[in-house]
């Protein structure tokens, strides 16, 4: 990764320019004022000119969900009129039952990380082999396979070597481990688990090795008794792909522990990243709670999934190309229309908006995008932005210099809008891929922190209504959006298991993924606990 050029901060003269105007921002937002998406461009566009990024070499790296440097938010303190602090206070609700309706999060319980080993567990003893690992997919699948080979590696007594990441998927991203992990911490935080190693040695680096498809959803026996006898034969297994490789109920307690450790824990992003991570929530605060909203409305989701709803004749066309030309996505043929009504699609850009405004969120309520680009960009954006003008993303957020070092690399600003929306007051995804479904299990790791999971299949229902009539957008469309949703909010229960009546792979597919939801496996509550089943809340 290319060294980043130290910034002198800003002078107070720029600080104070950049209170002044975020201050006159807010205030309309506080009079109840339309606040125009150029207006808060500008802030933030002042707001970025003058602050550097902080050398992340000059101190320790960020980490998730600790206290924030309030340096760059003092100008609340020091500019803010009283009658501008206490109007924000709930941040445009009107009164304190509606604040707290969209901002609290559902009761934690008590339940917090419990991921430390039993007695019983022991240090890793000489390893029988090398374990070297092709990951696949996007940022957040890498991530989840990354941590299943931890835990294939301890369930081997392998020597696990740093994976390799995928460079060959949809994004064509040439990033090393080291670029988007903190591949130090890495290493050292799972020495108790796992050896880890940077490279083969020498000598097996051209010697023979044994290569596997391991079998998905496994449990503990397959790897013992299918994979474990290779290493009389090879010193060197190489797992082809990495996503689904462990079943994800039913294994050893210390062996769903130690998933947890690495995937919530041990698989940091690399400090560049982690510092402009931070840089970006700090910013975003700086307008007040702000949403963190992943519009999975990218030309690769829409083409894997066949949903052209609303989208020119055009438009669906070039998708459908693109579906028929990627050899790995298996299913070619795919009714647009069948997928919606399903809720397999996610929700465009104006559902959203609909969603938004439905669950009580004001127009004043800053957004951040988590999204790489929005498949037509703004003509698809419109009807979100005049419904919430301060739409925000890390591009607008941050310099060109600051996004230098990472914009050519899908994975690492993929980290990025996960860090931010990790670090969000409320986290909807407009679908359920794999950074939907990391980001919700980490706030839950992190203590529930609340989460919107739509229901698609209910929301699209009621937006057919509209469009045709038969429903008023209004108090009755509102009342129905938050009734549905009163137990989505990511209020703890524990994992799903398989749908009913499935089988086969379809079987496992339809369990609750591991990292969606750590409980019961990487959560407790330390003092009594109270009664809690699977319940349908989210």
């Known amino acids: 990764m290319p060294t980043r050029r130290k910034v002198r901060p800003a002078g107070a003269g720029a600080a104070a320019r950049r209170a002044a105007l975020r201050w006159w921002l807010l205030s309309l937002a506080a009079a109840g004022a339309i606040i125009t998406a150029a207006a808060a461009l500008l802030a933030v566009t002042l707001h970025v000119s003058g602050l550097a990024m902080p050398s992340v070499s000059s101190g320790a790296p960020y980490r998730l969900s600790q206290p924030w440097d309030t340096e760059e938010l003092r100008w609340e303190q020091e500019f803010a009129s009283p009658q501008l602090a206490s109007s924000r206070k709930l941040d445009g609700a009107a009164d304190d039952a509606l604040g707290k309706r969209l901002w609290l999060p559902a009761p934690a319980r008590g339940f917090v990380p419990c991921v430390a080993p039993s007695p019983e567990y022991r240090s890793p003893v000489a390893s029988k082999g090398y374990l070297l690992v092709h990951t696949n997919?996007?940022?957040?699948?890498?991530?989840?396979?990354?941590?299943?080979?931890?835990?294939?590696?301890?369930?081997?007594?392998?020597?696990?070597?740093?994976?390799e990441l995928d460079k060959k998927s949809f994004w064509h991203d040439k990033s090393n481990f080291s670029d988007v992990f903190d591949e130090e911490h890495f290493i050292n935080s799972l020495a108790n688990d796992v050896k880890v190693e940077k490279e083969l040695p020498k000598e097996l680096v051209k010697a023979p090795k044994s290569v596997r498809y391991f079998k998905s959803w496994s449990g503990v026996d397959y790897y013992q008794d299918e994979i474990s006898p290779l290493w009389d034969h090879r010193q060197v297994i190489r797992a082809a792909k990495s996503d689904s490789r462990l079943a994800n109920n039913h294994l050893p307690p210390d062996i769903q522990k130690l998933r947890c450790r690495a995937f919530f824990q041990a698989l940091r992003f690399a400090p560049p990243i982690e510092a402009l991570g931070k840089l970006l929530v700090e910013r975003m605060r700086s307008f007040g709670k702000y949403i963190a909203l992943h519009l999975r409305y990218e030309k690769d989701m829409l083409a894997f999934s066949g949903c052209t709803y609303g989208l020119s004749r055009t438009e669906s066309e070039e998708l459908a190309m693109i579906r028929e030309n990627t050899t790995y996505w298996k299913v070619k043929d795919i009714d647009p229309l069948e997928q919606r009504s399903h809720g397999y699609c996610p929700l465009t850009p104006k559902e959203v908006g609909m969603f938004l405004s439905g669950l009580g969120y004001p127009s004043s309520t800053p957004i951040y995008i988590a999204a790489g680009e929005i498949y037509g960009g703004e003509s698809h954006m419109v009807d979100l932005q005049s419904r919430f003008p301060i739409l925000m993303n890390k591009e607008k957020l941050a310099s060109a210099e600051e996004l230098r070092s990472f914009s050519q690399y899908a994975a690492q600003m993929a980290a990025l809008d996960y860090i931010v929306s990790v670090e969000s007051d409320v986290f909807i995804p407009s679908y359920s891929g794999n950074m939907a479904r990391a980001v919700a299990g980490h706030r839950r790791f992190l203590g529930h922190r609340k989460t919107i999971s739509p229901d698609r299949k209910a929301l699209v229902r009621l937006f057919d209504k509209v469009a045709s009539r038969l429903l008023e957008e209004g108090e009755r469309l509102s009342q129905k959006i938050i009734d549905i949703h009163q137990k989505r909010?990511?209020?703890?229960?524990?994992?799903?298991?398989?749908?009913?009546g499935t089988k086969g792979k379809d079987r496992f597919r339809s369990e609750e993924a591991f990292y969606e939801n750590p409980f019961p496996d990487c959560l407790c509550q330390p003092g009594p606990p109270a009664p809690l089943s699977a319940s349908k809340s989210h």
Do not use: E, F, H, Y
Request: no cysteine; net charge positive; hydrophobic share 40%.
């Open 137 to 163: 997919g996007g940022l957040n699948q890498m991530r989840a396979g990354i941590s299943d080979m931890v835990a294939v590696a301890r369930v081997l007594n392998a020597t696990l070597i740093i994976p």
């Open 489 to 500: 909010q990511g209020s703890p229960r524990k994992r799903k298991g398989p749908v009913s």
